[in-house]
């Protein structure tokens, strides 16, 4: 499994930016499917998730400013992030739980990570 993101970038406080990542490979079935993010000198952190079912869950800091979609049928999830803020500022991960029927478990899945910057 693959999960391919892009997006990211520099912008100014108060602009905008959208994430998109999109899951490939043999598979797949995909639970849970999302964004993290992980600030210099921090843990990774969750921005929003999307479940199997559509339940959207955010990070407090984000609610209100940014928004996550997902496209099932292509199994790519988008964040739509508004109102930037130099706080907003890390490296933001993709996440996908796909379900392995073999072995009846879920496998944790990340991408290699966008970097977006927000100068002040």
């Known amino acids: 499994v693959q999960l391919q993101a892009s997006g990211g970038g520099l912008v100014q406080t108060g602009g905008s930016l959208r994430l998109s990542c999109a899951a490939s490979g043999n598979m797949l079935t995909i639970n849970d499917m999302g964004w993290y993010r992980q600030a210099p000198g921090k843990q990774r952190d969750l921005v929003a998730i999307?479940?199997?079912?559509?339940?959207?869950n955010y990070a407090a800091s984000v609610k209100g400013l940014f928004t996550i979609s997902r496209d099932f049928a292509k199994n790519t999830v988008y964040l739509q992030m508004n109102s930037l803020k130099p706080e907003d500022t890390g490296v933001y991960y993709c996440?996908?739980?796909?379900?392995?029927?073999?072995?009846?478990?879920?496998?944790?899945?990340w991408g290699e990570g966008t970097q977006v910057t927000v100068s002040s």
């Open positions: 999307v479940s199997s079912g559509g339940n959207i």
């Open positions: 996440y996908a739980s796909v379900f392995r029927a073999a072995t009846l478990t879920y496998e944790d899945y």
